[in-house]
């Protein structure tokens, strides 16, 4: 079972500039979700292939309903009010810049009809929207992987006056999966649908805006990191998504 929870949620909080009482939080965080994680496996294995062949889900609950021990609902209380500050300044170095992100990115590109025999579905045709005339630099599979299968895929762009953009599209209809997100850390819409909005910048003129959301079928990613004004990637990250079908 690929048993996701809140993952993105989480992104970008590990930073090594934390305080002693932060870095408790995350440890906590990561303690719950590991034995979640272990938790689930061992559902997996008594229940047997009936399990493997349930429909997965996509959930937003409320905190108050997160199966989870009071430090770690404080980590997110804490989220939540980093997030009513708005963009987050980060410590120089957490962003990597333009060309050492080139210089690791994957470089392969594969056909939509090799794709298709690999994901659950389709790729998420991303002609519509301003990526469809970006360049391509390559991709790789993502999210739960069985051999040359996988339940996701992301692809990178290099999109001018915005930076490098990754698209990530994680199928959550596969079997076994299941995803929840905390309904007080969505701050933004997409298509009326919730979705996470979260912008950071450092002093040394770099920035990231990461957007993520649920359409019917799949949860999508957008990360743009640059040179430049954040405002600017997040505006055209939810210029994108909101161009993607579905």
């Not at 298509?191 to 002093?203: C, M, R, Y």
């Amino acid at each position: 079972m690929k048993f996701l929870t809140i993952p993105f949620l989480i992104t970008g909080l590990l930073s090594s500039a934390q305080s002693h009482s932060a870095q408790d939080e995350v440890d906590a965080v990561g303690k719950w979700l590991n034995e979640r994680t272990m938790r689930a496996a061992l559902e997996d294995s008594s229940a047997g292939a009936r399990r493997a062949e349930l429909e997965g889900t996509y959930r937003i609950i409320r905190l108050s309903e997160l199966d989870a021990p009071e430090d770690v609902k404080q980590h997110f209380r804490a989220e939540m009010a980093r997030n009513g500050a708005g963009v987050k300044r980060v410590p120089n170095g957490e962003i990597p810049s333009q060309a050492s992100m080139i210089s690791s990115l994957p470089k392969t590109v594969r056909s939509n009809a090799e794709l298709r025999g690999r994901l659950p579905s389709p790729p998420t045709d991303l002609q519509g929207t301003m990526l469809g005339a970006a360049e391509l630099i390559g991709m790789k599979p993502s999210g739960a992987l069985d051999g040359l299968k996988s339940s996701g895929l992301t692809r990178f762009y290099r999109l001018n006056g915005v930076g490098i953009v990754e698209f990530n599209e994680d199928d959550y209809r596969t079997p076994g999966t299941s995803i929840e997100v905390i309904a007080e850390l969505q701050n933004a819409r997409i298509k009326s649908t919730p979705a996470k909005l979260e912008k950071v910048f450092d002093d040394q003129g770099r920035s990231r805006a990461t957007l993520v959301w649920a359409g019917d079928n799949k949860v999508y990613t957008l990360i743009a990191t640059g040179e430049g004004d954040v405002e600017r990637k997040a505006t055209v990250l939810q210029q994108i998504a909101a161009a993607v079908k579905d």
